[in-house]
């Protein structure tokens, strides 16, 4: 079974940098893609952005088009999510997960099979 743990938050100012990683252990690790969602205080999870595992297209949402930017180093299993410009509505518990079939639209929860437990970021305005 896949496990996925991210890590990197803190909490920061505005403008400021940090890079999170997700770090996949278990069975042998080949997904169809990698994304990353975040769940802001009240709010409900959503997308971030998503890598394909074995090609290089890369996707964002609007939020982050332009701040964050995704990469993978297949070697380490790991996928890292390089946020910078960051500004407080960035506030949030992100997550990684693993999408395995591609079957699925990469927006929805329900497209990955496996999370991870998150890891915080809070950015003081």
């Known amino acids: 079974q896949v496990q996925l743990v991210e890590s990197g938050g803190g909490l920061v100012q505005t403008g400021d940098s940090l890079r999170l990683s997700c770090a996949a252990s278990?069975?042998?690790?080949?997904?169809?893609?990698v994304a990353w969602f975040r769940q802001a205080p009240g709010e409900e999870r959503v997308f971030v952005s998503n890598i394909r595992w074995s090609a290089d297209n890369t996707f964002y949402s609007q939020a982050v088009e332009g701040r964050f930017t995704i990469s993978k180093d297949i070697a380490q299993n790991t996928v890292y999510l390089q946020m910078n410009d960051l500004k407080p509505e960035d506030t949030a518990v992100y997550y990684c997960?693993?999408?395995?079939?591609?079957?699925?639209?990469?927006?929805?929860?329900?497209?990955?099979?496996?999370w991870g437990q998150g890891t915080r970021v809070t950015v003081s305005s």
């Open positions: 997960a693993a999408d395995l079939t591609g079957w699925g639209l990469m927006d929805q929860e329900s497209t990955y099979y496996s």
């Open positions: 278990g069975r042998t690790f080949s997904p169809y893609a």
